[in-house]
């Protein structure tokens, strides 16, 4: 099993991240729970959730010990960089987020660019969808054809099929980081 | 010569009303012109907390005993599931208009389709005579021994004074069942409101005011003159939202 | 396997394929997603939709299609639970049928926002005046929340009584994949009213509250005996069986899937109805088992009250109880662990 947790601004696209990984794992018939936080942190601010897959039953769905952490913002990484199980991957907005790699010696980590890898293709609401290809090929559980059939069925059943070109480039560069 | 009037078949059981109490005449014009519009056998009942709670004792009809003020929610709940059905509540002044007010004036603002009675004595009846919201000034009750005083209380609610200026109700109305005229004219009113339900229109209300000699410590006749000089100087008489669609 | 769906969402669209046609109610976080989606649902199947003025007034409207024998049910949480009470034991004085989803938060007075399990003694003893036992079901995932609404539509009609899906702020928010229920037609029971007093009714001063009583615990021993409900792992051989119910019991169960592996004589009952209390479940556990944990997020402890009561009932031996009581959210499945190690050293003392 694998647990991701996708943190950052509300309105930085982390539950839509989150989703996304779900869908994938769902459609390519494995479990998966998808849970946000909670609290007071659903009033603006801060937003997280945490997304388990896999081929077995998921007990507890809540936040435990990461495998990957996609930190969008500098508080959601000094917030959730301790939780990370050792040997997990940390995955950076490296165009927002300063860090110390030292707080952690037992992880990987990565720095994209995102917001401008974003702005380079005319699709500045993108940056969470180049971090989920990020994510997606970091665990390497899916194929690229996989992640992205499985994005574009989830936007389609939400009605929002209409940016699935932009979205499907988007996808593709943060596959091609890693 | 007087004609005896047939007992609607649904209020035929015997009530347990003080002597000159108005609420057995209410209940009795009430189905009276249900049977007259041939819906005495497709109505059901939301009945309040205090004297009208004994209307549950004398209805032969679908009815539910509210909680205390509830009426106007659960008639609504009756009458969304129910819409061919005629829905009526029928309570006293405390329970519409202090522990209720909630309800009954939420229904009248959504314009709920249902028809509301509610009686007033202006005083709590059942508990033995305490200040109400309908209590006049300078009222005696057991609540307000020296008489009411509206500057630390409130001055008497008027309802259908305040639906029918703020909200877009059907129908609203004051009568009063102490004399024969008056009586009539308070038919008059209950069925203009029944008659807005039936046909759709919306919230209707009627107010009754009816005397309670035993908390007011007067004689029947006592509690008539004391309608007619006192009560009807802070509750007028009269439609005050009349029906559009005639 | 159905598709990723949010707990409340799921849980609005199985009532309406269960046939439920009233819904009212009031706005309250964790639960507001139920009413939400009602809002536009519920019209398109021609039912019932009242954004209601407070929680009292959203019960009562629940008494009113519940009176007519339409499904009708509500949702809230916390303190909107609270208000709803003189409706709940007014619906079960009245032998109405309906269905109250309470998805709990945690916390006194205003409470929190936080997932919880801190409502288990007001829902299994009823919250309001008097002396009832509404059926409370506990679901500890999206499907099982869907599949026990359907059976506390069933229940609350079999028995005429107010059924309880005591779900949690957490399952309410979460997504996972569920198989949602084919439509049933929706139908008026004959004990509804329909205007033409069909279904005759005592008179509310001719009523005789010892007859009554007699037939409530009468009804209520038959509860009792036939919907007894729970889910069991490894009990047979256990030296510690814990008891712990909706997603707490979950990651229980995690916990203890765990805990076997590393050699641990361990196993769960799960309840899945906290009234009626699987009693039955305790028959089948290990006559020397040691003792019994029980798992829940709330401060105080509430179900370990139920757990000690059936032990005394079960066992002659005076077996220990333990509490852990993890105040709210969802316990870590290391964490049961960890503690579960304490008890078994001795470091937790038993609380019955």
Same mark, same amino acid.
């Given at each position: 099993?694998?647990?991701?947790?996708?943190?950052?601004?509300?309105?930085?696209?982390?539950?839509?991240?989150?989703?996304?990984? =779900?869908?994938?794992?769902?459609?390519?018939?494995?479990?998966?729970?998808?849970?946000? =936080?909670?609290?007071?942190?659903?009033? @603006? @601010?801060?937003?997280? &959730?945490?997304?388990?897959?896999?081929?077995?039953?998921?007990?507890? $769905?809540?936040?435990?010990?990461?495998?990957?952490?996609?930190?969008?913002?500098? $508080? =959601?990484?000094?917030?959730?960089?301790?939780?990370?199980? $050792?040997?997990?991957?940390?995955?950076?907005?490296?165009?927002?987020?300063?860090?110390?790699?030292?707080?952690?010696?037992?992880?990987?980590?990565?720095?994209?660019? &995102?917001?401008?890898?974003?702005?380079?293709?005319?699709?500045?609401?993108?940056?969470?969808?180049?971090?989920?290809?990020?994510?997606?090929? =970091?665990?390497?559980?899916?194929?690229?054809?996989?992640?992205?059939?499985?994005?574009?069925?989830?936007?389609?059943?939400?009605?929002?099929?209409?940016?699935?070109?932009?979205?499907?480039?988007?996808?593709?560069?943060?596959?091609?980081?890693? | 010569?007087?004609?005896?009037?047939?007992?609607?078949?649904?209020?035929?059981?015997?009530?347990?009303?003080?002597?000159?109490?108005?609420?057995?005449?209410?209940?009795?014009?009430?189905?009276?012109?249900?049977?007259?519009?041939?819906?005495?056998?497709?109505?059901?009942?939301?009945?309040?907390?205090?004297?009208?709670?004994?209307?549950?004792?004398?209805?032969?009809?679908?009815?539910?005993?509210?909680?205390?003020?509830?009426?106007?929610?659960?008639?609504?709940?009756?009458?969304?599931?129910?819409?061919?059905?005629?829905?009526?509540?029928? +309570?006293?002044?405390?329970?519409?208009?202090?522990?209720?007010?909630?309800?009954?004036?939420? #229904?009248?603002?959504?314009?709920?389709?249902?028809?509301?009675?509610?009686?007033?004595?202006?005083?709590?009846?059942?508990?033995?005579? +305490?200040?109400?919201?309908?209590?006049?000034?300078? +009222?005696?009750?057991?609540?307000?021994?020296?008489?009411?005083?509206?500057?630390?209380?409130?001055?008497?609610?008027?309802?259908?004074?305040?639906?029918?200026?703020?909200?877009?109700?059907?129908?609203? #109305?004051?009568?009063?069942?102490?004399?024969?005229?008056?009586?009539?004219?308070?038919?008059?009113?209950?069925?203009?409101?029944?008659?807005?339900?039936?046909?759709?229109?919306?919230?209707?209300?009627?107010?009754?005011?009816? #005397?309670?000699?035993?908390?007011?410590?007067?004689?029947?006749?006592?509690?008539?003159?004391?309608?007619?000089?006192?009560?009807?100087?802070?509750?007028?008489?009269?439609?005050?939202?009349?029906?559009?669609?005639? | 396997?159905?598709?990723?769906?949010?707990?409340?969402?799921?849980?609005?669209?199985?009532?309406?394929?269960?046939?439920?046609?009233?819904?009212?109610?009031?706005?309250?976080?964790?639960?507001?997603?139920?009413?939400?989606?009602?809002?536009?649902?519920?019209?398109?199947?021609? *039912?019932?939709?009242?954004?209601?003025?407070?929680?009292?007034?959203?019960?009562?409207?629940?008494?009113?299609?519940?009176?007519?024998?339409?499904?009708?049910?509500?949702?809230?949480?916390?303190?909107?639970?609270?208000?709803?009470?003189?409706?709940?034991?007014?619906?079960?004085?009245?032998?109405?049928?309906?269905?109250?989803?309470?998805?709990? /938060?945690?916390?006194?007075?205003?409470?929190?926002?936080?997932?919880?399990?801190?409502?288990?003694?007001?829902?299994?003893?009823?919250?309001?005046?008097?002396? %009832?036992?509404?059926?409370?079901?506990?679901?500890?995932?999206?499907?099982?929340?869907?599949?026990?609404?359907?059976?506390?539509?069933?229940?609350?009609?079999?028995? /005429?009584?107010?059924?309880?899906?005591?779900?949690?702020? !957490?399952?309410?928010?979460?997504?996972?994949?569920?198989?949602?229920?084919?439509?049933?037609?929706?139908?008026?029971?004959?004990?509804?009213?329909?205007?033409?007093?069909?279904?005759?009714?005592?008179?509310?001063?001719?009523?005789?509250?010892?007859?009554?009583?007699?037939?409530?615990?009468?009804?209520?021993?038959?509860?009792?005996?036939?919907?007894?409900?729970?889910?069991?792992?490894?009990?047979?051989?256990?030296?510690?069986?814990?008891?712990?119910?909706?997603?707490?019991? /979950?990651?229980?169960?995690?916990?203890?899937?765990?805990?076997?592996?590393?050699?641990?004589?361990?196993?769960?009952?799960?309840?899945?109805?906290?009234?009626?209390?699987?009693?039955?479940?305790?028959?089948?556990?290990?006559?020397?088992?040691? *003792?019994?944990?029980?798992?829940? !997020?709330?401060?105080?402890?509430?179900?370990?009250?139920?757990?000690?009561?059936?032990?005394?009932?079960?066992?002659?031996?005076?077996?220990?109880? %333990?509490?852990?009581?993890?105040?709210?959210?969802?316990?870590?499945?290391?964490?049961?662990?960890?503690?579960?190690?304490?008890?078994?050293?001795?470091?937790?003392?038993?609380?019955?």
């Amino acid at each position: 099993m694998k647990e991701i947790v996708f943190a950052g601004f509300g309105g930085q696209g982390v539950l839509t991240s989150g989703l996304i990984v =779900s869908e994938i794992a769902v459609s390519n018939g494995m479990n998966a729970t998808w849970i946000p =936080s909670y609290g007071s942190a659903m009033r @603006g @601010g801060t937003a997280n &959730c945490t997304v388990k897959f896999g081929n077995g039953r998921i007990f507890n $769905p809540a936040q435990e010990k990461p495998d990957v952490l996609l930190a969008m913002n500098t $508080p =959601s990484f000094n917030k959730f960089i301790d939780t990370v199980a $050792p040997n997990g991957t940390v995955i950076v907005n490296s165009d927002m987020v300063e860090y110390d790699p030292k707080v952690r010696e037992d992880v990987k980590y990565v720095d994209v660019p &995102c917001q401008t890898l974003a702005k380079e293709i005319n699709h500045s609401k993108g940056a969470n969808i180049i971090m989920t290809g990020v994510i997606l090929k =970091s665990i390497g559980e899916f194929t690229d054809q996989q992640a992205i059939d499985g994005m574009n069925a989830m936007f389609d059943k939400k009605g929002k099929g209409k940016f699935k070109e932009m979205n499907t480039k988007a996808l593709k560069i943060g596959l091609t980081q890693i | 010569m007087a004609k005896a009037r047939k007992i609607p078949e649904i209020a035929k059981k015997p009530s347990s009303f003080c002597p000159g109490c108005g609420h057995g005449i209410a209940i009795r014009l009430i189905t009276e012109c249900l049977e007259e519009m041939g819906q005495d056998t497709n109505v059901m009942f939301g009945i309040g907390v205090g004297c009208s709670s004994l209307l549950g004792g004398v209805l032969e009809t679908d009815r539910l005993h509210c909680l205390h003020g509830r009426a106007g929610a659960v008639c609504t709940g009756m009458k969304r599931v129910s819409p061919n059905q005629m829905v009526v509540s029928y +309570q006293g002044d405390g329970d519409a208009y202090s522990i209720g007010i909630g309800e009954t004036t939420s #229904a009248a603002y959504r314009n709920e389709n249902i028809s509301v009675f509610v009686v007033n004595n202006t005083n709590y009846g059942m508990t033995g005579g +305490q200040m109400s919201n309908t209590t006049l000034p300078g +009222q005696k009750t057991t609540t307000s021994v020296l008489g009411r005083d509206c500057a630390i209380t409130g001055s008497p609610i008027k309802f259908p004074e305040l639906v029918s200026d703020q909200f877009n109700v059907a129908y609203a #109305a004051r009568g009063a069942v102490t004399t024969p005229a008056e009586i009539n004219k308070t038919k008059k009113y209950i069925k203009e409101a029944l008659t807005a339900q039936l046909n759709g229109e919306g919230y209707s209300v009627v107010e009754i005011l009816s #005397a309670c000699p035993t908390n007011w410590g007067m004689t029947p006749l006592q509690s008539v003159e004391h309608i007619h000089t006192k009560v009807v100087e802070h509750f007028p008489l009269g439609e005050y939202k009349t029906r559009e669609a005639k | 396997m159905g598709e990723m769906i949010k707990g409340n969402h799921a849980i609005a669209e199985a009532a309406v394929r269960f046939g439920a046609r009233l819904y009212a109610g009031y706005p309250i976080t964790p639960s507001t997603e139920i009413m939400e989606y009602i809002s536009w649902r519920m019209p398109e199947v021609g *039912g019932a939709f009242v954004q209601a003025e407070s929680e009292i007034a959203g019960i009562n409207m629940v008494i009113g299609g519940a009176a007519c024998g339409v499904r009708s049910f509500t949702a809230s949480s916390g303190p909107g639970i609270s208000l709803k009470q003189e409706g709940i034991t007014q619906l079960y004085d009245e032998e109405l049928a309906a269905v109250i989803i309470n998805v709990v /938060r945690y916390g006194n007075g205003i409470g929190t926002l936080y997932s919880a399990q801190c409502d288990y003694l007001r829902e299994t003893r009823g919250g309001g005046n008097g002396d %009832y036992r509404p059926i409370v079901l506990c679901p500890s995932s999206i499907q099982e929340a869907v599949d026990l609404l359907g059976v506390a539509f069933d229940l609350s009609e079999k028995y /005429r009584t107010v059924a309880v899906l005591m779900t949690e702020g !957490a399952l309410g928010q979460m997504m996972e994949p569920c198989d949602l229920p084919e439509f049933i037609e929706p139908k008026r029971y004959p004990w509804g009213f329909d205007g033409k007093y069909s279904y005759k009714k005592v008179g509310i001063f001719e009523r005789d509250s010892m007859k009554e009583a007699v037939a409530m615990n009468e009804k209520n021993a038959v509860i009792k005996e036939n919907e007894q409900r729970w889910a069991d792992v490894d009990v047979e051989d256990a030296d510690y069986v814990f008891v712990s119910f909706g997603l707490p019991g /979950r990651s229980t169960e995690g916990a203890v899937e765990e805990l076997r592996k590393a050699g641990h004589k361990v196993g769960i009952i799960r309840p899945i109805t906290a009234w009626p209390f699987p009693e039955k479940a305790f028959e089948k556990v290990n006559p020397n088992v040691k *003792g019994f944990i029980s798992v829940e !997020a709330n401060a105080t402890g509430q179900m370990v009250e139920d757990v000690a009561l059936t032990v005394k009932k079960k066992f002659s031996d005076n077996k220990p109880v %333990y509490s852990l009581a993890y105040v709210y959210g969802i316990p870590e499945m290391e964490k049961i662990q960890k503690d579960y190690e304490k008890i078994a050293a001795g470091e937790i003392k038993e609380v019955f």
